[in-house]
């Protein structure tokens, strides 16, 4: 079945720092991929999605590439700040169903 | 305002006892999820319900039953054959223009 997977965490970077969080997934067919963020205290919510290879998603000021070839969707961010501290999570929408998978999250510390 | 409730925030199971975890939407969505959060293992799907009067097993629904009686509700019901509920449970719908996902705040079960 499809699957995600994305890099363990915690995170931990000073403010304005690059961010890279890695997410690789297996999926048959064409899924959507997403990124999913749930801050402190709060439920999770869209930060971006890519329906098609090569599509870019962006939010933010965080990025991620529809990458086929690869089976990636790498989130970054050039200049990250205290308040982007949260969880983080990639998720696929199994091609042609409305059934999501989600990765084990990644936990992002920012240090002032 | 439009959104996902899930009630109660806290809710305890004794042994051999079943327990049902609400979720109501006003947000006019058909379909509906049921998520498990565990540490380290991000979220894994229970139920999912695409219309009223039906509904299909995720990959973790052994333990578990739902019913979709109306639009706005999908509960959930812990049985006393889920031997380890002890988790963080999130119920979702879908936006389907835009395949969002909608979540609400959560219910944390534990076992007395």
């Known amino acids: 079945g499809d699957s995600v997977t994305q890099m363990e965490g915690p995170v931990t970077l000073s403010e304005e720092a690059f961010l890279t969080i890695n997410c690789t997934y297996t999926?048959?067919?064409?899924?959507?991929l997403f990124w999913y963020v749930q801050y402190p205290g709060e439920g999770l919510q869209l930060l971006l999605k890519?329906?098609?290879?090569?599509d870019k998603g962006s939010n933010k000021g965080f990025e991620a590439t529809y990458r086929k070839e690869t089976t990636s969707f790498h989130l970054e961010k050039g200049s990250v700040q205290v308040s982007d501290s949260a969880v983080y999570f990639c998720?696929?929408?199994?091609?042609?169903?409305?059934?999501?998978?989600f990765g084990s999250g990644t936990k992002l510390n920012v240090k002032p | 305002d439009g959104g996902i409730t899930q009630s109660p925030k806290y809710l305890f199971r004794k042994e051999g006892q079943n327990v049902t975890l609400s979720c109501e939407q006003n947000?006019?969505?058909?379909?509906m999820y049921w998520y498990r959060q565990d540490p380290g293992q991000g979220l894994r799907l229970i139920y999912y319900?695409?219309?009223?009067?039906?509904?299909q097993k995720g990959d973790i629904a052994e333990g578990y039953s739902v019913s979709r009686e109306k639009k706005e509700s999908f509960p959930l019901t812990v049985t006393s054959a889920q031997k380890n509920p002890t988790a963080f449970y999130l119920c979702?719908?879908?936006?389907?223009?835009?395949?969002?996902?909608?979540f609400g705040s959560g219910t944390q079960l534990s076992v007395l």
């Open positions: 998720a696929l929408r199994e091609y042609n169903f409305n059934k999501f998978y």
């Open positions: 999926a048959t067919g064409y899924p959507s």
């Open positions: 890519a329906t098609k290879a090569d």
């Open positions: 947000l006019n969505h058909d379909a």
């Open positions: 319900s695409q219309i009223v009067n039906d509904f």
């Open positions: 979702a719908s879908l936006e389907r223009d835009n395949e969002k996902l909608f």
